[in-house]
């Protein structure tokens, strides 16, 4: 059964001692934060959600597991040559460059601008002279994000009614955050890494608020997660038998 946010912090809540047994855990409630919300233990639980979520992105940093990834479409129209990112979308993956954004007929690649947007703007002075199928592309940054852009994508040409309705795929990397109104949602790996994350999140905690920090205890749990993230065998045997 897959751990949710509510299960974590709960067990961190016991870890540091601000619960102790089933009968002091957080519940589900009836509003979207009232898991959250318990005046007598509420700074531990603020402090809590946010370390959860410091460690999560420490450990996406990694880039160890599947889950950090995820698939955009992008539909090219005509005449138009900037299009809106998935709002979860922190950069684009991949381990080389022909691996990020491809069109999904026939898998050719669309490769970074070299230089950037920036250099593009410049080396395209005159922009409605270039048309037809894009080749190479650029992350604009004249655009804000908004509630529901994660960015722009700027191509090195402007589709014509030929490539209208061409769709191009694109790998990248999600951006990862728990609130205060998603208690029931599940963490992107299994729970063999949640529970190693816990003694991690609860040595944060008891270095911000009682300046004491096992390091032992923290470096032997984020060695146990990254293992299971990996999901690598470990060696029992090294060199020749």
């Known amino acids: ?27 589900t409630g009836t509003g979207t934060d009232d898991e959250f919300t ?3 233990r509420q700074r531990d639980i603020d402090v809590g959600i946010q370390i959860w979520n410091e460690t999560i992105h420490t450990v996406y940093d990694l880039e160890l597991f599947a889950a950090e990834a995820s698939t955009a479409t992008i539909t090219l129209a005509d005449g138009t040559r900037e299009y809106d990112l998935p709002i979860d979308f922190l950069r684009f993956a991949g ?10 007929t026939d898998g050719r690649t669309i490769i970074e601008y070299e230089g950037g947007y920036a250099k593009m703007l410049v080396d395209q002075v005159l922009a409605t002279d270039f048309t037809g199928q ?32 061409d769709v191009l795929n ?7 955050s728990f609130t205060s ?3 029931t949602e599940t963490f992107p790996f299994n729970d063999a890494v949640v529970t190693a994350l816990v003694p991690v999140v609860a040595q944060y905690h008891s270095r911000d608020f009682k300046k004491d920090f096992d390091e032992g205890i923290f470096r032997s749990n984020v060695a146990r ?3 299971y993230l990996s999901q690598k065998q470990k060696k029992r045997r090294y060199g020749r038998r």
Request: aromatic residues 8%.
């Open 1 to 27: 059964m897959a751990k949710v946010f509510l299960t974590a912090i709960n067990d961190t809540l016991k870890r540091i001692g601000s619960i102790q047994g089933d009968a002091g855990e957080l519940v």
């Open 38 to 40: 318990d005046s007598a």
């Open 95 to 104: 381990n080389e460059p022909r691996e990020r954004v491809f069109r999904a």
């Open 134 to 165: 894009p080749i190479r592309y650029a992350i604009s940054p004249t655009r804000a994000l908004t509630a529901t852009r994660g960015g722009t994508i700027r191509f090195d040409a402007e589709p014509t009614s030929d490539e209208d309705g």
């Open 170 to 176: 694109a790998l990248y990397d999600r951006f990862i």
């Open 181 to 183: 109104t998603m208690a």
């Open 225 to 227: 997660a990254v293992s």
